[in-house]
């Protein structure tokens, strides 16, 4: 703790002298965190933690050694920022498909093991904004860190695979102390249209979702969401996904979709309905959290 309270105290000694070129020094900021997460983590960790917080991941079965995951996670920020046509200088909001302060430890962790899996080039991570205009995502329509989904999504287009981490806020409770059924679908709708997004190609609605609840969900604990494209008919996409624990020992529900690709006709009579300024949104500006 006293580490971490350090590395923070300098970042704001670092903001505090050079100003409003906060972006200069994010990259720094978050590495020089990310690093020492290793040496920090240890201590934090209690029993009955998940088996990863000690061993190399297999959530992605990639087989790759987690040692430099913050190395890892920031050479993919980079990358992204790349894809986008952004340099990190310029990049004018902040993508919320990254750990914030009100992410638990456990959730922190799953998503560096993840995020790590996209430096072997099949993996990436699909980027989240929180929007304030008159249209809003979902998923990502609370401003509030940790009340609603805190969620990250990596994409494998070449296997036509999805994995997400989920955090559940105290927002969406449903029974007493646990997940309202309707957030876990919401989680497996968004990953699945997602997944048959890029691996596919193209827009594509839900025309039927399956689920099966095994086990409830805690409010405020962390899931791993798996999706895969299992066939395509046409303009029908068939995909299945599971949920698990954070630690992958307990099923939470299995699911199976079908998805249907939306043509270009339907595409721009959708276009109509919606208002004239909804087509440039907003999107909030702040800077990173350091997490």
């Known amino acids: 703790m006293?580490?971490?309270?350090?590395?923070?105290?300098?970042?704001?000694?670092?903001?505090?002298?050079?100003?409003?070129?906060?972006?200069?020094?994010?990259?720094?900021?978050?590495?020089?965190?990310?690093?020492?997460?290793?040496?920090?983590?240890?201590?934090?960790v209690q029993v009955g933690s998940p088996?990863?917080?000690?061993?190399?991941s297999q959530v992605l079965t990639t087989g790759y050694s987690f040692s430099w995951r913050g190395l890892a996670t920031e050479t993919a920020e980079r990358k992204d920022g790349q894809d986008l046509g952004k340099t990190n200088e310029e990049e004018p909001f902040i993508d919320v498909a990254w750990p914030n302060e009100a992410w638990s430890d456990i959730t922190k962790e799953i998503f560096h093991q993840l995020n790590a899996g996209t430096e072997n080039g099949n993996w990436k991570r699909h980027p989240g904004y929180l929007r304030t205009g008159e249209r809003r995502l979902y998923s990502r329509n609370i401003s509030e860190q940790g009340k609603g989904f805190?969620?990250?999504?990596?994409?494998?287009?070449?296997?036509?695979?999805?994995?997400?981490?989920?955090?559940?806020?105290?927002?969406?409770?449903?029974?007493?102390s646990h997940v309202h059924g309707g957030a876990v679908a919401t989680m497996l709708d968004a990953l699945m249209g997602i997944c048959v997004h890029h691996a596919l190609e193209g827009y594509?609605?839900?025309?039927?979702?399956?689920?099966?609840?095994?086990n409830p969900v805690p409010l405020g604990s962390t899931a791993i969401f798996h999706a895969k494209v299992d066939r395509q008919e046409d303009r029908k996409g068939y995909l299945s996904a599971y949920v698990t624990s954070a630690d992958g020992r307990t099923?939470?529900?299995?699911?199976?979709?079908?998805?249907?690709?939306?043509?270009?006709?339907?595409?721009?009579?959708t276009?109509?309905?919606?208002?004239?300024?909804?087509?440039?949104d907003k999107v909030v500006k702040a800077e990173k959290s350091v997490v």
């Open 2 to 44: 006293a580490l971490r309270n350090c590395i923070l105290s300098s970042a704001r000694a670092i903001d505090s002298i050079f100003g409003a070129k906060v972006a200069n020094f994010l990259q720094t900021r978050r590495l020089l965190y990310s690093c020492v997460l290793k040496v920090i983590q240890p201590a934090q």
């Open 51 to 56: 088996r990863f917080l000690k061993e190399p």
């Open 150 to 176: 805190e969620y990250a999504v990596f994409i494998n287009k070449r296997e036509q695979r999805a994995t997400c981490v989920c955090q559940f806020g105290p927002y969406l409770e449903g029974p007493p």
């Open 204 to 214: 594509y609605l839900t025309a039927n979702l399956n689920i099966n609840y095994k």
């Open 251 to 269: 099923t939470l529900c299995d699911a199976t979709s079908l998805f249907v690709k939306l043509s270009q006709e339907q595409m721009e009579k």
């Open 271 to 280: 276009k109509k309905y919606l208002p004239q300024d909804s087509h440039s």
